[in-house]
Every structure is written in structure tokens, then in C-alpha cells.
């Protein structure tokens, strides 16, 4: 039996959704436990359900301090444990682990060891207790410093290293504040004079990401960040941006493509962040239209907001077409080492 991976989501409703992502046409029996351990051999667990099928939902209350983990006990294959994709934490909405994986060489990337997200700066008090409780070691700001002064990360504990890595992506910036419904004046010029030109919003966000493969600013923020990643004292670690879309979805594009995560899987976690914001998405363009007047510069602004695969596949594309696979592109460009190539494995994988 393979299965690809297995991963929960919270609904509106107070139900868990639970997906088994397999190839198998019939799944054999197996038992759903909760737990706040993150071990699938945990004896501190407790039973939910039966079934075979591959997606469940059930209602329940997950904890709102720390991670939530589940395992599937099947009677004639090792368990497995998973969590929520998307983590619950009040002040974010875009926190996720990227556990769970399978790689095309049949291992799995470890849950609880890498987080990818929006900022912290609006965490709620239950939120931020949540976040200090993933043991973080590391937290790599991918902003630039005046998007960091302006909207300032709170200090989860003082004992967590924290890196300014920077790749100069202004396109990103300026999706970010659109975040923030800044469309003022500058904005709107900006807009204006990329639509006379005949460039869309989708033009530019496809520019920014194959820009991102060989700018030397990006160069040197995702090399930074790799070696950091690979340093086992820095982990767990958290990783974003303003809403951890762009920049950060670069970032973990290639970590995840070095591990061996198949190029489906790294548009499928990119596109997550379209899940992760989906009540946002249409108020936020009726917003783009009452404050700009103009449909053409809302759908411009909307283009920098939206998560589309053309965004990601665009910089896959690129790095295959001139390096042949991202692990490549990483010795080449980014200078991973071998020694820290198998410090990301030891750290980050572990058998499917």
C-alpha cells in the first residue's frame, strides 16, 4: 500500500477534514487517533473513527495552544501520522507545515520541523502561545526592511535565532500592501503605466518569480536560507514573507524540489496559500474596485494578491530549462554543499 501523503484541514463548521492522498483504488480498515505528540508509536492518543475511505470529516475541538497531530492505524502497515496543513492560529491564516511529502525516492518529509507562513505581526494572544509552542530555533523574514519596520514580527522568544533575508522582490512588496489594501496613489500610477504598456498584473508576477532564479539579491537571500535550513540547530524553523505566497513560496519551491518532492507537489503546496486565503479573496477584489474606481487597475492589483500556478511553474520551468533539476540548481547557484545536502535529509526526511 502507498500512500502519497495524508493531511487534515479545519472547516467552517467545527468539522476536521481528513485527506488520504493515494493511488489505491480501496483502502484496507484502518483507526483514526488524535494526539498532541508528534510520534506515530505515542501511547497518548485517542481513538476518533473507522474507515476506509479517503476523505473523512468528523466534528472536533483541536487544541488552540499547540499542534495537533493524527494517526492512521492500519492492522498490516506501519502507521502514519500527519496534521493540519493549515494550522489554526488565531492572527494567521496562511501557517503551515510542510510534512508529510513523499519524495520520488520514497521517503517523507518529517512533520513539525518546517513552517511556512504569513507574518506574525497581527498574532492574537492564543496565537502567539501557539506559535512559541512549536519549539521554534529559527525564523527567516523574507521582507524587506521597510515592509519589517512598518509592520514589525513580535518577539516569540528571545531565544529564537531570526535572519533578514531579503531577495529585493519588489513585485512581492507591492503584493504585500495590497495585502493591506494600500492602493494609494502610487499604486494606482504604478498600474497604470505597466497596463499602457500592455503589461498585466499576471505579467509581472511571472517576471518576479523567474527573476527570483537568478537575481543575485535572491541568490543570496535562498543561499543564506539554505545553509541556515541545513544547520540541524536551527530547527525547527519558520519561514515567510508578508503573506507567505511569493517570496516564501520560492523558497520552499526549492527546498522541498532539493528533498525530492515531485514538481505536482511543489504547485500543489504553492496553491495552498489560494485555500488558506479563500474568504479573503472576493471581498478583497470588491475592495480593489471601490477604492481604485477602475476595473482594469483592480484586476492589475488583484493579479499581485491572487495565487495562480502559472506564478510558480514559471520559475520550475525556468530552473529546469537551464539546470535540468532544482537540486542542481542549488549546487550550482546557490552553493549547497554535499554535506549540507545530506544535513537537509537527515534533519528533514525519514522513511515513507
Not at 468528523?58 to 494517526?71: A, C, G, L
Request: aromatic content about 12%; hydrophobic content about 35%; glycine content about 6%.
Amino acid at each position: 500500500m502507498k500512500i502519497d501523503y495524508a493531511e487534515a484541514y479545519v472547516l467552517d463548521d467545527g468539522q476536521t477534514e481528513v485527506d488520504i492522498k493515494t493511488d489505491e483504488q480501496n483502502l484496507p480498515d484502518y483507526e483514526l487517533y488524535w494526539t498532541l505528540d508528534n510520534d506515530k508509536y505515542t501511547k497518548e492518543k485517542k481513538y476518533l473513527l473507522t474507515s476506509n475511505k479517503t476523505q473523512v470529516c468528523f466534528q472536533f475541538s483541536y487544541s488552540t495552544v499547540r499542534p495537533t497531530y493524527f494517526i492512521l492505524n492500519f492492522k498490516k502497515h506501519e502507521p502514519l501520522l500527519f496534521g493540519y496543513r493549515i494550522l489554526p492560529v488565531p492572527g494567521m491564516y496562511n501557517l503551515r507545515d510542510i510534512g508529510g511529502y513523499r519524495t520520488s525516492a520514497g521517503m517523507r518529509i518529517k512533520w513539525g520541523q518546517v513552517y511556512r507562513s504569513d507574518y506574525l505581526h497581527n498574532l492574537e494572544p492564543s496565537g502567539f502561545t501557539f506559535v512559541k509552542n512549536l519549539g521554534l530555533r529559527s525564523i527567516i523574514d523574507f521582507r524587506g526592511a521597510i515592509e519589517v519596520k512598518d509592520t514589525p514580527d513580535p518577539v516569540i522568544d528571545p531565544a529564537i535565532h531570526t535572519f533578514a533575508f531579503d531577495p529585493n522582490a519588489e513585485t512581492a512588496a507591492i503584493a504585500g500592501r495590497a495585502q493591506n489594501l494600500d492602493t494609494g496613489k502610487d499604486m494606482k500610477e504604478r498600474a497604470k503605466e505597466a497596463l499602457a504598456k500592455g503589461e498585466t498584473g499576471n505579467d509581472q508576477m511571472i517576471r518576479q518569480q523567474e527573476s527570483f532564479v537568478d537575481s543575485p539579491a535572491s541568490i543570496e537571500a535562498f543561499s543564506k536560507t539554505i545553509k541556515v535550513t541545513a544547520q540541524s540547530k536551527y530547527l525547527p524553523s519558520l519561514q515567510h514573507c508578508r503573506g507567505g505566497k511569493d517570496r516564501t513560496g520560492f523558497g520552499f519551491m526549492v527546498l522541498e524540489g532539493i528533498l525530492g518532492v515531485p514538481a505536482e507537489l511543489l504547485v500543489y503546496d504553492y496553491m495552498l496559500t489560494k485555500r488558506a486565503r479563500v474568504k479573503k479573496n472576493a471581498r478583497y477584489y470588491q475592495k480593489f474596485l471601490q477604492q481604485t474606481g477602475n476595473k482594469e487597475v483592480a484586476d492589475y492589483m488583484y493579479a499581485l494578491f491572487d495565487t495562480r500556478e502559472e506564478f510558480i511553474t514559471a520559475s520550475i520551468t525556468k530552473i529546469m530549462r537551464e539546470y535540468g533539476t532544482i537540486y542542481q540548481y542549488a549546487t550550482d547557484k546557490l552553493g549547497l554543499t554535499e554535506a549540507e545536502y545530506l544535513s537537509l535529509r537527515k534533519s528533514l526526511l525519514e522513511k515513507a
